[in-house]
Every structure is written in structure tokens, then in C-alpha cells.
């Protein structure tokens, strides 16, 4: 199978690095060709275009920054869509909005194109190490086609549903992330506080009640005071405001979501925002 893959990031660059050990074909295609360059030296191929890519790729994989970045990659003049051919698969990775990803399944389907919503939990260690949690939406057929591919990324693959399933899904894993965040932050500046040392407190607390991914893989970063992104506080904060407002449209009042989001904002005012989320903790700080 030959895969095209539009986004190079933090996250992207592991999961096409994993589909090139795992012998897929894959073909590239970023805003910044020099960001690409240590995967075209791995085996990648470059394409210049997303007409090109299309068009050497039986499967296309996008995972870009924001919503608006997938609405014109898949709508824009020039976008996948423009040239899909019959029987493709188009999945896209980005965490967006469940609505756009309903819009893409529709248009999709019109093309003869199966189009599955994907995004991804595990941050720029899991990309790396093939330990993803894939979330999917979009027939169950399609699904199982291309089920392959996720599993050269992941290991916790689960189809949710139809179309934008995978997505709503996030949304859940977002929101459940917010509040921890605080959680782990405040231990660490409470530890520290305390008199405690942080990395012994760390020991007692990782295996017990209190242990999740961000307590075991983040509050290290936090004590060793390392801010580089695994995952962007502006990306963090984009996906928050999509769970508030699919929230918000269903009726529910999320506070703790809420009160997360509002600190990441701040966060952003100060700087941070090209920071990975562990920098909360200057927030305590």
C-alpha cells in the first residue's frame, strides 16, 4: 500500500518514520520542504503538491494544526478531495472538529472516497515508538481495510463509529487530560513547596491511585523544568475550545474543562505557547 502523508510536526514525523520501518511506501508533502528532510533521507519521497500525492498514493494521511488547516487541504482549489480518485482512503489524524469530519466522510463518499476521522492520543513519544492510541470513525469497512496502517503507528486501536466518532472520542480524551494537568502540576508545586524532593515524591505516587500518562511521562518535564512540545499548548488550547463548544451545543457544563482552558489561555498571553503542556507548571511557579 502506498501511503501519502501531509504534516511533518512533532506528531507526524514519528508516524511516518514508524510506516517507513514497517516497509511502507510513503510520499510526503509539508509546507517546508527543509522540515522534511531528515524522512527524505530515511526513504520517504517528496511530492510537491497535493495533486502529486494524491496521485502516487492509494492511502492519504493528514495531521495538521488546526481545523481550518484540514478545511483547505481536503476543500481548498487544490485540496485532496480535488483530485480523490474511486476507492481511495483519505484518514485524517488531525484532532478537529466532529462536524468537519462528518463534512469530509460526506464529500468523500460522493467521490466514491472512504474517508475516516483518526486522531491520535500519546504524544511525540508515543509517534515515535509506535505506542499511539487511534481513535476511529467512518464505516467499519473501511476501518478494517486500512486497519493495517494504523497498526503500523499504534497499539490501542479502536473503531468508535460512524463518521466523526473518532473525534467526539478525543474530545473525551481532552477533556479527561484538562483536569488531570492541573492535578499533576499542583502536586509537583505542592511537593515542592512542602520541602519535599519532587522526583522521590514521584516514586510513592506514579503506581498508585494517583498514576496516569501525564504524572508518569510530564511531571518529570516539569521538575527538570523541560518545555519542549510534545504536544503544543496551542494546539492543547484549540482542542480545548472544541470540546467546550461541542459541550456547550449539547447542553453540558464542563468546569473543570473550563477552568483548564482558562489557565492554558493565560499561558499563552505570557508566551508559552509554543511550549508543550507541561509548562503549566509556571503557572504554579
Keep these: 500500500m502506498k501511503i501519502g502523508f501531509v504534516g511533518t510536526g512533532v506528531m507526524g514525523k514519528g508516524m511516518i518514520g514508524q510506516l517507513l520501518a514497517k516497509n511502507f511506501e510513503v510520499c510526503i508533502h509539508t509546507r517546508t520542504k527543509a522540515k522534511a528532510e531528515a524522512l527524505l533521507e530515511a526513504g520517504a519521497q517528496w511530492c510537491e503538491d497535493l495533486g502529486t500525492l494524491t496521485e502516487r498514493s492509494d492511502t492519504v494521511i493528514t495531521i495538521v494544526g488546526y481545523p481550518s488547516d484540514v478545511e483547505e487541504i481536503y476543500f481548498g482549489e487544490n485540496g485532496l478531495l480535488a483530485y480523490a480518485r474511486p476507492g481511495m482512503y483519505l484518514i485524517d489524524m488531525t484532532t478537529s472538529t466532529p462536524t468537519l469530519a462528518e463534512k469530509i466522510a460526506a464529500a468523500a463518499e460522493e467521490k466514491q472516497v472512504k474517508a475516516l476521522d483518526a486522531p491520535v492520543s500519546g504524544g511525540d513519544v508515543g509517534a515515535r515508538e509506535s505506542k499511539l492510541s487511534i481513535m476511529i470513525g467512518g464505516k467499519k469497512a473501511a476501518f478494517e481495510a486500512v486497519k493495517t496502517v494504523f497498526e503500523?503507528?499504534?497499539?490501542?486501536?479502536?473503531?468508535?463509529?460512524?463518521?466523526?466518532?473518532?473525534?467526539?472520542?478525543?474530545?473525551?480524551?481532552?477533556?479527561?487530560?484538562?483536569?488531570?494537568?492541573?492535578?499533576?502540576?499542583?502536586?509537583?508545586?505542592?511537593?515542592?513547596?512542602?520541602?519535599?524532593?519532587?522526583?522521590?515524591?514521584?516514586?510513592?505516587?506514579?503506581?498508585?491511585?494517583?498514576?496516569?500518562?501525564?504524572?508518569?511521562?510530564?511531571?518529570?518535564?516539569?521538575?527538570?523544568?523541560?518545555?519542549?512540545?510534545?504536544?503544543?499548548?496551542?494546539?492543547?488550547?484549540?482542542?480545548?475550545?472544541?470540546?467546550?463548544?461541542?459541550?456547550?451545543?449539547?447542553?453540558?457544563?464542563?468546569?473543570?474543562?473550563?477552568?483548564?482552558?482558562?489557565?492554558?489561555?493565560?499561558?499563552?498571553?505570557?508566551?508559552?505557547?509554543?511550549?508543550?503542556?507541561?509548562?503549566?507548571?509556571?503557572?504554579?511557579?
Aim: net charge negative; charged share 20%.
Design 152 to 285: 503500523a503507528m499504534g497499539t490501542n486501536i479502536v473503531y468508535q463509529g460512524e463518521a466523526g466518532a473518532g473525534q467526539h472520542t478525543k474530545m473525551c480524551n481532552q477533556i479527561a487530560i484538562a483536569s488531570n494537568m492541573l492535578g499533576v502540576a499542583e502536586a509537583i508545586a505542592y511537593a515542592k513547596k512542602s520541602g519535599l524532593s519532587p522526583e522521590n515524591v514521584l516514586k510513592s505516587i506514579t503506581t498508585g491511585a494517583a498514576g496516569s500518562w501525564s504524572l508518569s511521562n510530564l511531571a518529570p518535564r516539569m521538575i527538570a523544568g523541560d518545555y519542549a512540545p510534545g504536544f503544543y499548548i496551542k494546539h492543547f488550547v484549540k482542542d480545548l475550545r472544541i470540546a467546550i463548544e461541542e459541550a456547550d451545543r449539547m447542553g453540558m457544563e464542563l468546569p473543570g474543562l473550563k477552568l483548564s482552558e482558562s489557565i492554558y489561555e493565560r499561558l499563552i498571553e505570557l508566551g508559552y505557547e509554543d511550549n508543550g503542556t507541561q509548562a503549566i507548571y509556571n503557572y504554579y511557579q
